[in-house]
């Protein structure tokens, strides 16, 4: 088959024919790829940047369809007798399937608690533990617990907070926006979730003094310092990084807000004009279901956002900022617009250089910080509500205010990896099969 | 008067006549005090480890009665006039009260919300912007937003989730035990709190997968991957530093756990075998309400507590960490016991070293952390609630499982500070009266 894999030390990406993977484990899957996502992170082992020598198969994000399951899966194997969840008994060769971009058993502890990112059977798609999917076929490991199933869609739509029809919807969403369930989208969600739900942003949300905030129960708690004005509840966000997965936290942020009714001022920054055109581009075409009258939104570069913020918050700074960029900088920008007592969410992927604060820094501020991967099993059933709700932004290829800039034959990888990297083209899709 | 006064560069407190304050803004108050607290933090400031060079009354921690008033209070100054909280509408002289650490003004934003340790009008006693209460008097700015009075329970009683008879309970708890409320106290109960309230807690506390249990109303999530088991809503959690603030943190943790019900399993670290001695102490003298039949609490050197996480987790980790101690080790250890998204609350008091980790480290772990300062106003009701039920603790002095050691003479301040620098005594606090 064809696959496109990184060889060491950096920068070489050559699209080769290599044997098609087999099953190895009776919990494996072989998927047929229909689409390949390139994403940023790709850009971190092109670059040599992730200490490997591994010559492997590149890419994380693919949507395709079953070829082969490991004998744990089909007639011969009754799920029901064996305890393993319900995941485990949904996989049938011919099923349209995309992964998350990490393995999960779906069946341990940690998989039980949701934080499937971090499943200790778990492993990075495109890494040099396991090949990834920018190729014609990848072979999914622990596949029950991992892959979702778009053609048995009534094993999962009972987990969706709306109803809808499932059925019918999968048949007007595209291949291309369906892929981004695969990391941005629930990249992106999972940030959004995750400020909205830390303590320190509940006064806010709850109109309630810290700590009575924390407790629907103690109403009492109120009289002592009173209820907060309308001004104290207006959530001030900064999201640093306007790449794919930036876009996807904002669409999901102001869907959130939005659907709470949460008055906001939010300021994006990027340093990069032409993402931060893209982001105009992208909140014009959100429809007004995913905005709120009671909000504002700008899309600056970081020193406009210094005035930005000290104008609305004189001084005192952002109630959460999402850090979307991975890097010391990014992370010192968040330090400095963010609060006292302020939040900040960074779902940047980071190098392993020692981060720029002091703990007094930290302490002085109040700081709360929550990195890390998301748990994208986790969110599907959330950040399939989020594509379905907008296709006005998540349906749409090569337009302006697309997040998919091209779909290109899986053959110019290797250019299309220097371009991205030089950021001369935006998210591009491999089609492996023309 | 006499106070205890820290002269730079470090180890040098002296017991000095100075003059007694004096009102110097219209909102301040001046307190005579009744005993002042020497706590761990103090030790910062003895030790030179501030960066400051100036002379000034040491002690964050005081309980006293108000001799004199600015103008902005009393019978002149209606307060339902002027728009302030009621706060600056309760306090007379001749009132008993006891001071959070910090002060503030209780009627901006950051006050309202409830981050009152980060008022911008506030400051620390006992440091070099504000003198501090280790004297037979101090002045008090902004005492309407500042001070409990303890005189006038009425006008805080209500905040109380619990309905005591409050001012029979304040007759018969000793100002010893009230001056808890000034730091310790709250920082512990804060800490536990914070804790509790995260995000990433909240599969284990609900018993429903992330993300469906951060949202009480989204039942049909809980299909996705099912309910949690029993074993896995153990809450397996550490505390590094059995310091008072640790000690503190252990009980209000033990009695949040107790009251909600929750299974646990709770390691507590130190590397001081005398500290160790202590926690055990006070957790034999804690009452059959203050812990739980589901849980299970432990108090070992941090080479043990790696084994017991182990043998507990299997390799996973504690749920979370609190960092009582503020320093470098303290977090690593911190890092090293917490499992994948898993949570870190600090309230240790940092100095100016870089933290030391690395952002890949942290993404990795999807680690989670709060750093910093109390907000003790807004803690008061929580921490007084725990100071009243757990007076079988905080209501000692001078026995084997006291958190206070003595009670001396404001003269042996400066062979205090060395004692306790030298870990030959506890927690002590000074009479300025004999």
Redesign the interface.
């Known amino acids: 088959m064809l696959a496109a894999r990184w060889h060491p030390p950096s920068y070489d990406i050559r699209v080769e024919k290599v044997k098609v993977p087999q099953i190895e484990d009776p919990d494996d899957a072989v998927v047929k790829i229909t689409l390949a996502g390139l994403c940023g992170y790709d850009l971190h082992i092109y670059r040599g940047q992730e200490s490997i020598t591994k010559i492997h198969v590149t890419g994380h994000e693919f949507i395709g369809e079953i070829t082969k399951l490991g004998s744990n899966y089909g007639p011969s194997a009754v799920q029901s007798t064996t305890g393993r ?1 319900n995941l485990y008994a949904t996989l049938n060769v011919g099923d349209k399937v995309v992964a998350p971009f990490t393995v999960n058993c ?1 069946e341990c ?7 499937t ?2 499943c ?1 059977s778990g492993a990075l798609f495109g890494s040099s533990k396991l090949d990834g999917g920018q190729a014609q076929y990848v072979r999914v490991p622990k596949a029950g617990g991992t892959l979702y199933n778009l053609s048995s869609p009534s094993s ?1 739509s ?4 709306a109803k809808f029809d499932v059925e019918t919807l999968l048949k007007n969403i595209s291949d291309s926006s369906l892929l981004l369930l695969s990391d941005i989208l629930p990249t992106g969600v999972f940030a959004a ?2 400020l909205l ?4 942003m ?3 949300l709850t109109g309630r ?7 629907q129960s ?1 109403a ?2 109120d ?4 209820l ?2 309308p ?2 509840r207006i959530l001030t966000i900064a999201i640093i990084g306007l790449g794919p997965v930036g876009i996807c936290a904002s669409v999901a942020l102001l869907d959130a807000l939005g659907q709470k009714g949460l008055p906001y001022r939010i300021v994006a920054v990027d340093l990069n004009k032409s993402r931060r055109e893209k982001m105009n581009k992208v909140y014009d075409a959100i429809g007004i279901d995913g905005k709120s009258q009671n909000g504002e939104f700008v899309v600056q570069s970081m020193e406009e956002a210094r005035n930005t913020v000290t104008t609305w918050t004189g ?2 700074g952002c109630t959460g900022v999402l850090e979307v960029v ?3 900088s990014a ?1 010192e920008a968040a330090y400095e617009l963010v609060r ?2 302020g939040v900040i969410t ?1 779902v ?26 998301c ?1 994208a099993r ?5 950040a399939f509500e989020l594509l379905v709700k907008r296709q006005d932004v998540f349906g749409q290829v090569g337009t302006e205010s697309s997040l998919i800039d091209r779909i290109v034959n899986i053959e110019q990888a290797s250019e299309m990896y220097r371009a991205f990297d030089q950021g001369e083209v935006g998210k591009v899709l491999f089609n492996p099969w023309k």
């Open positions: 969840p779906g502890h940690v998989c039980r608690v949701g934080y990112g971090r200790p999962w009972n987990t969706l907070t979730t995750q739900a830390h303590p320190k509940q006064p806010m003094a810290w700590p009575s905030s924390l407790n103690s009492a708690l009289s002592d310092t009173g907060l004005t001004e104290d001084n005192i991975g890097n010391n992370l006292p007592f960074s940047g992927v980071h190098a392993p250089k020692i981060v720029p604060f002091t703990g007094q820094a930290l302490y002085n501020k109040n700081i709360s910080f929550d990195f890390g991967r748990p986790a969110m599907f059933p959330l």
